[in-house]
């Protein structure tokens, strides 16, 4: 890998016109000292990449100094003949429609380090499709492999038996598969990686990790389970021994709570649980397990109104009180969230990141801890967002920031004893308001029109006598004579 990186980063260059696979097809770089090369074809010189003297140099008989191999868009449909001899520490083969992989493709690329063979069309990978080398004894494993993408396939399963020449594989990527359901053979197969440390299956369709999966990898520390219809966090997990990141964005909780939240994982350092389209509350314990948190990140989850302050606090039932994980990075942005407990982590001070922006954010007294205390810290940390976060609410405060409010040392008012809010009432207290003003002299010219009888509709509703005289009289012709 160390070489690999080399090859992108080292600035001495000289013309690419030694090797055959730098053709008008592919472009090459060189490097001036090693000449180790790095190669991208995206145009089809599949029939190239086939011949032996595309990779052994015929007047020494030793290999090209090929080192990073990008093959793209070279429609293989199926890996049928064997990759010759070569240095080759990075091979990337994905899009190029490949549904099968003969067995020993890759038994000479014993330098190989990192394979891709992402969005191909494997859907049955045989368990010699990565064979190595044929001795006597035994079958000599892909030594130097500790890198292997699998994603964006059609795997449904994995024969139990695919990994037993890749025993020192450090990263698997079996992400964008259709498993559904980790069955014992896939099982099996991962299992069967004792130095394993990455493993991500994310967009696989599992509802959940099969009970004391994650036992045997003693050294896995990466887990990725995003965009999975999961819903409540695995047991499994608790039976991990080094994990310290995991990733669950894009998952299928609602309320995340101390029942179907997180086993004690005293290993684990970062969390994410981003982008869940339907999580709404973050309830109390359902994070308390996670004594060694360092890293939280709840971003961008647009239904999310409620974190509990005692999401991470740990109960001491012997002695009573608690304890909260060390977080020195902790970002909360793009929520709905408008109140933050200030004791959701216990050393605000600590944070080395901090983001709390895009929230509709209250700003009454229950917040004016943040203006105090929180916003000046947040400053030193980052400038810039401490001074986009802002008020949601009241209506009369939207247009303010939390640091405006920090600099004209604003105190926030406090609801009254019932909880109310008064703002809210505006526009109908501005309604009675109005119709107040325009009924009063509707009124006093409804008083005046009837003194002065200036329609006969008032006559008509008026039943006295003087009326009843009023209107007998009035019915008779003014020159009849009497």
């Not at 049928?80 to 992989?101: E, G, K």
């Not at 409540?232 to 101390?258: C, G, I, Q, R």
């Not at 009369?396 to 920031?401: C, D, F, G, K």
Request: hydrophobic fraction near 40%; glycine fraction near 4%.
């Amino acid at each position: 890998m160390r070489l690999a990186l080399l090859v992108f980063l080292l600035p001495c260059l000289i013309e690419a016109d030694k090797l055959p696979l730098c053709s008008d097809n592919c472009s090459c770089i060189f490097v001036n000292d090693t000449l180790v090369s790095r190669v991208t074809c995206t145009k089809d010189v599949k029939d190239l990449v086939m011949l032996n003297s595309t990779w052994i140099n015929p007047a020494t008989t030793k290999p090209y100094p090929y080192l990073a191999i990008t093959l793209t868009n070279q429609n293989f449909i199926e890996l049928n003949f064997t990759f010759p001899d070569s240095d080759v520490t990075y091979l990337n083969l994905a899009n190029n429609d490949i549904y099968r992989i003969r067995g020993g493709v890759f038994q000479d690329l014993q330098s190989m380090e990192v394979l891709i063979l992402s969005s191909n069309d494997l859907e049955l990978l045989s368990p010699d499709a990565f064979r190595g080398k044929y001795m006597p004894e035994r079958y000599e494993p892909l030594k130097s492999l500790v890198e292997l993408r699998l994603d964006h396939n059609r795997l449904h399963s994995l024969n139990m038996d695919i990994f037993e020449h890749t025993t020192d594989l450090e990263i698997l990527d079996l992400s964008y598969n259709p498993f559904k359901v980790l069955d014992p053979h896939t099982i099996m197969a991962i299992d069967s990686l004792p130095q394993l440390k990455e493993l991500y299956l994310g967009y696989t369709q599992i509802s959940t990790l099969p009970e004391l999966m994650l036992h045997t990898p003693l050294y896995l520390s990466i887990l990725d389970l995003s965009g999975n219809p999961i819903d409540k966090v695995p047991e499994t997990l608790a039976e991990s021994h080094n994990l310290t990141e995991l990733y669950l964005n894009d998952t299928s909780f609602v309320n995340m709570t101390k029942e179907n939240g997180f086993p004690d994982i005293p290993s684990l350092q970062v969390l994410h649980l981003c982008h869940m389209q339907h999580l709404e509350r973050i309830e109390k314990g359902a994070l308390s397990g996670l004594i060694n948190l360092y890293e939280l990140r709840i971003s961008d989850n647009i239904k999310l109104t409620h974190l509990d302050g005692d999401v991470l606090k740990n109960n001491d039932d012997v002695n009573g009180g608690g304890s909260w994980p060390m977080i020195r990075k902790l970002h909360l942005g793009n929520n709905k969230l408008s109140y933050l407990d200030s004791e959701v982590i216990a050393r605000w001070d600590q944070l080395i990141e901090l983001d709390i922006r895009a929230n509709p954010w209250t700003c009454e007294c229950e917040n004016q801890w943040i203006v105090d205390e929180l916003i000046p810290r947040y400053q030193k940390i980052d400038q810039v967002k401490a001074s986009q976060v802002r008020c949601g609410a009241p209506i009369e405060m939207v247009s303010y920031t939390l640091q405006e409010l920090k600099d004209r040392n604003y105190q926030m008012r406090c609801l009254d004893e019932y909880g109310a809010h008064p703002e809210k009432d505006a526009l109908l207290l501005v309604g009675i308001l109005a119709g107040v003003l325009i009924a009063i002299p509707l009124i006093l010219l409804g008083i005046y029109a009837y003194q002065k009888r200036w329609f006969g509709l008032f006559s008509m509703c008026d039943n006295s006598p003087a009326a009843y005289s009023r209107r007998y009289y009035n019915a008779t012709a003014k020159e009849e004579d009497f």
